[in-house]
């Protein structure tokens, strides 16, 4: 569009550059922010924090719809809210702010405490969204004198393919959660994942985040749920605490070449793996949550554990571990809001207890949180570059007023 067809004499770049560093649509996104994280707070009661979290600001959901509970005296309805997704909105923000905070704004000394501090929440935002895709979370659970290197997802469960040669285990294959999970609704999706180094395909259907196995002598299928040698998978609720969910599915193999096999059910509830002969060789089929491995070994020397008196709430829990590191070794203590931070890796006591709750005198053991998240520390230093913007600008305000007024 020329400038003799645009009223206002802008161009369309000038238009969008206005309107993305304005004022206004900044007051829009706080407000939708602001909405959103009480909204979230209310929510979190009723379905659980990660739930609640992967609602608002997961980076797939580009809309949601947020709930309010009305009050006994409006009949108790749930108003729904329709609004973009919390990821997005922080998106757009960041551009605002980009934009109009940095770009657009007026430079020099008089405003360099603002643009410092500007920059700062920039780099908070900018904080906020990798640790939304790349932080990973789990735990790491062992009895005093144990050693572990690998932590357990929170909340990815996946299918182990293992290959038992001499009967032994020789090599694991793992089809991670994301082939599985959106593998639910009506009509059921059936996908098939090619595994061309092994002498089959798999093929899953009907996912269920927190699914029972259920006996049909025990309880019949109301929902026309497929039956599996006198078994089916009962679609629970999701739990709160959404690591207490147990992951179900139906699978299949689809040995190349030949007629598939018969179904089974893979469940994380399962006490032993599917075994299945394919051909001349043995494979077995385990759903479980993810592990991943640590660079380094983790030993357990002694696990404390002190209560308040006559209560059950924790007063000191505290694990003192050995690292051990290609043949290296360095003593840590673990205490409750003293974490270990090592190779971008942050360990934080999370649980302890005994092998017998009952019995005083079973073995300790402790869980530990394992965090992964290359932004672990960006928040703190990000409020850091705020209050030091906010100390420039008010020292120069202040300087200003003692010159004005001598």
Known sequence: ??????????????????????????????????LQTWLATLEQVDYGLYATLRKYFDPQAWYIIGELKLPDFMGE????????????????LFINLLLGGIVRARKGWRIAGVLIAHSGILFLIASAAVTAIKE???T???FEGETSNVAQDYNEYVVEITEHTGGRADKVRVIRGEYLTDLHGDPQPVRTVKLPDLPFDMEFTRHSKNGKVMS?????????????????????????????????????ILPHGSESMPPFIASAEAFYPHTAKVGDRVFTFHMRKMLWRMPFDVRLDKATAEYYPNTAKPKLFESKVTRIENGSTAMVEIK??????????????????????????????SQLE???????????YAL????????VHFVMKFVGYIKRTL
């Open 1 to 34: 569009m020329s400038a003799a067809n645009n009223p206002s004499g802008k161009s369309i770049f000038t238009s969008i550059f206005d309107f993305l560093s304005g004022f206004a649509l900044a007051t829009v996104l706080l407000f939708i922010l602001l």
């Open 77 to 92: 309805k749930i108003l729904r809210i329709p609004m973009p997704g919390g990821y997005w909105v922080l998106a757009l």
């Open 136 to 138: 990973r979370r789990g």
């Open 140 to 142: 790491m659970d062992f």
């Open 216 to 252: 049909v002598a025990e309880m019949s299928p109301a929902k026309g749920e497929p039956v599996v040698d006198g078994y089916y998978i009962f679609d629970k609720p999701s739990e709160k605490d959404a690591e207490i969910n147990i992951a179900a599915c139906y699978a299949k």
């Open 336 to 365: 409750m809001n003293e974490p270990m931070r090592y190779e971008g890796l942050t360990f934080y006591q999370r649980m302890m207890g005994r092998e017998n709750a009952q019995n005083a005198a079973s073995r300790p053991y």
């Open 370 to 380: 394992v965090v992964s998240n290359p932004a672990d520390q960006w928040p703190k």
């Open 384 to 391: 850091y570059v705020v209050a030091f913007g906010l100390f």
